[in-house]
């Protein structure tokens, strides 16, 4: 079992090695902020714009516009431009990429709610649901208009075939895992940001979007109170007595056998 692979049950010396870790760790949110501010800038961002209802004027899913952020010269831009050049639309790349923040169906959602899609009627199977007399046994076609369809579809498409991904399948992919990529990083931040509560950062701190109980140094009182007394002045000595009022009620946090399993992550 590897190191810090435990969630809700562990021991005092297990948590004082992921604690231990993750205070080495807040050192050094600001370094790994600016190399995720460089790769996105490398990156870009690409934004889909959705236009409005005239009537009700709620946002629909009728893309109008698309907006490349950032750096002309970045990864985004590159592949867009190149899909533009091979005669690639770019809102035939995805219904979503980067939606335009809170302006954007379904309430600020990746995916728009309340949209459904369906086939027009039921396809009738001519062949028979018994297995003896199935005409696909004892003799004879099955008869699927589905299968004219895929047959003549496939036709038409075995000499483009290379074509269709050097020209649009291949760069929709590039710009897909991009766009997913650069929303990872920009999700590092976030939670970066909420742990250290902007300490070392660019990034700010705001009361309105995250909460001081999530950061780290919360988390680590949290935990250390639960297994030992906090003093009235809110430090926990490592050396204080258990919390025995806690430790009843939470029977999952562990007391170290010997103290050669003190500190110790497995």
């Given at each position: 079992m590897p190191s810090f692979s435990y969630m809700d049950a562990?021991?005092?010396?297990?948590?004082?090695?992921?604690?231990?870790?993750?205070?080495?760790?807040?050192?050094?949110?600001?370094?790994?902020?600016?190399?995720?501010?460089?790769?996105?800038?490398?990156?870009?961002?690409?934004?889909?714009?959705?236009?409005?209802?005239?009537?009700?004027?709620?946002v629909t899913?009728?893309?109008?516009?698309?907006?490349?952020?950032?750096?002309?010269?970045?990864?985004?831009?590159?592949?867009?431009?190149?899909?533009?050049?091979?005669?690639?639309n770019p809102f035939d790349v995805s219904m979503f990429l980067y939606s335009n923040d809170e302006e954007c169906p379904g309430l600020g959602f990746a995916y728009p709610l309340g949209m459904q899609y369906s086939l027009q009627s039921t396809e009738a199977d001519l062949d028979s649901n018994i297995q003896k007399f199935k005409p696909s046994v004892v003799g004879g076609a099955r008869t699927l208009d589905a299968e004219k369809i895929a047959k003549n579809m496939d036709i038409a498409r075995r000499f483009v075939t290379q074509e269709m991904y050097y020209k649009r399948i291949r760069l929709e992919e590039r710009i897909i895992k991009l766009s997913d990529l650069a929303e990872q990083l920009e999700q590092e931040i976030v939670a970066m940001t909420n742990a250290t509560m902007g300490e070392g950062m660019k990034a700010s701190w705001s009361s309105d979007l995250y909460q001081e109980s999530h950061s780290v140094p919360a988390l680590v009182f949290l935990f250390d109170s639960s297994f030992r007394v906090a003093e009235e002045d809110g430090t926990v000595p490592v050396d204080a007595k258990p919390n025995i009022d806690v430790l009843g009620g939470l029977p999952m946090l562990l007391t170290d056998v010997s103290p050669a399993a003190d500190h110790n992550a497995l």
């Open positions: 562990f021991r005092e010396g297990q948590w004082r090695v992921f604690r231990a870790f993750i205070l080495r760790e807040r050192r050094s949110v600001g370094q790994r902020e600016e190399a995720i501010q460089a790769q996105l800038a490398r990156i870009g961002k690409l934004r889909v714009l959705y236009g409005t209802d005239a009537t009700t004027e709620e899913e009728q893309r109008i516009g698309l907006v490349l952020e950032g750096n002309e010269n970045s990864s985004l831009a590159k592949l867009v431009q190149a899909y533009v050049a091979l005669g690639g």
